[in-house]
Structures are given as C-alpha cells and as structure tokens.
C-alpha cells in the first residue's frame, strides 16, 4: 500500500505535534511545581528503597504529577542510586529538580540536643528521654567500649562507663538516627577538643587522659570561671600529691545523687570509692561530663599558696592558706548554709 505525499506530511505534522506536546507535558511535569503556595509535609524514604519506590510515593502524597517523571528525571541525571534515606520535609511548591536534589544531598529534617557542661550521665538520660530516647538504652549504650574507636579511652578502666565523656555542646542530628551514633558524635567532638597540644601537655605532667577528664569533672561542678578553675586545679593536684584528702563536696552529691551542694557530715563517711572526703586522691572515675574550659584548668593548673577553697551561694570562690582561714571564711560565707 502506498501512502500520498500529502498523508505522509500530515502523519510527519501529527507526530511533530504529539513530540512537541509530550515534550511540553514532561517539561511542565518536570520543572513547574503542583502549587506554588502549599505548605511542606514530612516526607520518609526508608532504607532499601529505590527509585521507583520513591516516585510512587511522591505521587501518592500529592508531591509531584507523575511517578514516571521523578524517575525519567533521576534516571536521566544519574541520580537515582543516589537517594539517601531519611525524613525530609517537601511540598508541591517544589519541582523534581529541588526534590531530587534534597534527596541526594541527604538533606533531611534535623533536630538538636543540648548537652550542659556538668550534666552526668543520668542527667543527659532524662534529657535525651524527653527528645523521645529511651534513658536506659542510653545508659545501657555507655557501657560499650568505644575504644577500639578513640585512642583517648584507651587508658579509662573497662568497667567504668562514659562518664565524663559525653562532651558538653550543641548537637544536631537527623531524625532515624540511633542513640549509639549521637554518641559516636559527642566522642568525635571530644577528641577534636583533646588537641594535640593539650595531649603533649597531659603526657609531659606525666597524667593520663582519664586522670584529667576525672580532675576536670571536680573542677566543672565546683567552680565557675576559668581564673577560679585554674587554681582550684593547682590546689586539688596539690593536695593529692601530698596524700591530703581532696573533700569535694560535689563528689558527695553524685553519690547521693542530691541535685543541692548541701552535705551532712554522716553523707562525707559513706563508704564509697567517689567519696573524697573518706579516701585520698582521684575519685574512681568522672563525676560529670566537663566542658573543655574544666579540661584545659585539669591540664595547666595555677600554682598558689592556697590549700583551701570554697563556693559562696552567689558563685564567688574564697581562697584559704590555712584551715583556720578556711574555718573563718565558711563562718562568714556560709552561715546561712
């Protein structure tokens, strides 16, 4: 059968027509967003899935035209085995490009947790249950050896936990992740912290990094500025030198667990190997997780002619030579306490 030239050009025409439609349809699919004035939603990619998954998805909840533009595009950008699981938050104001884009990138919805210099780890445990953790998996999690990890807790006794470990700062971090990689980050952040001139220092007083960390969560619940911390480290190194007993009241607490500084004198003769009232040197590890000011006092101690110290209710610390000036300065500071 032979067809005309004038069908032949009328078939040509049609053909150029529906390329020419098709081409404005994908387009339009493609790169013009459903609406420009809608509000984003929280969108998830599991772990496992691929392209064609996702696409359907996006359709379904309204993101995008057609499931088969998402992976025509993706497929065509090279793109489609790059898309990362997680929690995003997308709209139909978007386009698949802005789409796609945020998938690749890992651009997920991100939360924050705050961790206090001071907090112990009981402490973080109630905070991080109210961000929707479980305390005990993460206390449970403290007990792991990170070790093989971080060289800087290679000379922490393995019975401890990570006490005094968890750095204290700012944390964001991506919705599905677990409680072992917010850990990992804390740790991560600790040994950025830990620089090598402050490890030549602690290897040069002949101190090891636990021995610092343990001084500097003492020094972190008991004083404030870091002039203070400095010389409250010279004297606490002074007097566990000097076999003197240390007497921090905050080792006190931590055993009681009491959140106030107020300490009887039956709570100073609980047997315990945190209590410094009753057995000279260190505690047996940190009482609380310090901030990095607590770990530079812990590593360059002030030397002074003072033996005593104590913290006014207004956070001010009074200085002593002597037990006697150190009676006097309690009676004055502290007579209300």
């Known amino acids: 059968m032979i067809i005309s030239r004038n069908k032949k050009i009328k078939i040509t025409f049609l053909l150029a027509i ?46 995008i035209r057609m499931a088969t533009l998402f992976r025509i595009y993706s497929i065509f950008k090279g793109v489609s085995g790059r898309l990362q699981a997680g929690e995003y938050l997308v709209s139909p104001s978007m386009t698949i490009p802005e789409i796609a884009e945020k998938f690749v990138s890992g651009d997920v919805i991100e939360d ?7 907090w112990n780890l009981r402490d973080i445990g109630e905070y991080l249950e109210k961000k929707g953790f479980k305390q005990d998996d993460f206390l449970e999690l403290t007990k792991k050896d990170f070790s093989g990890d971080y060289d800087f807790l290679k000379d922490k006794p393995k019975d401890l936990n990570l006490e005094g470990y968890i750095f204290p700062d700012t944390y964001k971090f991506k919705k599905g992740e ?32 636990f021995e610092i960390i343990t001084m500097a969560s003492l020094i972190e619940r008991e004083v404030q500025t870091l002039e203070d911390k400095k010389i409250v480290s010279g004297i606490l190194w002074k007097r566990s030198e000097n076999n003197v ?14 959140k106030g500084i107020d300490i009887s004198i039956e709570e100073t003769k609980i047997d315990s190997p945190y209590n410094t009232y009753k057995y000279r040197g260190l505690p047996l590890g940190p009482i609380c997780n310090p901030g990095i000011e607590s770990i530079i006092a812990a590593t360059y101690p002030e030397s002074s002619a003072f033996w005593y110290y104590l913290s006014t209710p207004d956070g001010k610390t ?16 502290l007579k209300n306490n």
């Open 245 to 258: 007993p240390l007497q921090v009241d905050a080792t006190i607490s931590y055993i009681t667990g009491k």
């Open 18 to 63: 529906f390329i020419i439609l098709a081409g404005i349809y994908i387009w339009r699919g493609i790169y013009l967003p459903i609406n420009k004035n809608s509000r984003e939603i929280i969108f998830s990619i599991k772990k496992g899935e691929g392209t064609k998954e996702i696409s359907i998805n996006l359709e379904e909840e309204g993101m």
């Open 112 to 118: 924050q947790i705050i961790i206090i210099e001071g």
């Open 318 to 333: 009074i200085f002593s030579r002597t037990l006697e000036e150190h009676n006097i300065a309690k009676a004055k500071y």
């Open 178 to 209: 677990n409680l072992e990689e917010i850990i990992n980050k804390t740790l991560q952040n600790l040994d950025k912290k830990l620089t090598l001139e402050i490890r030549e220092e602690i290897d040069r007083r002949g101190k090891t990094i």
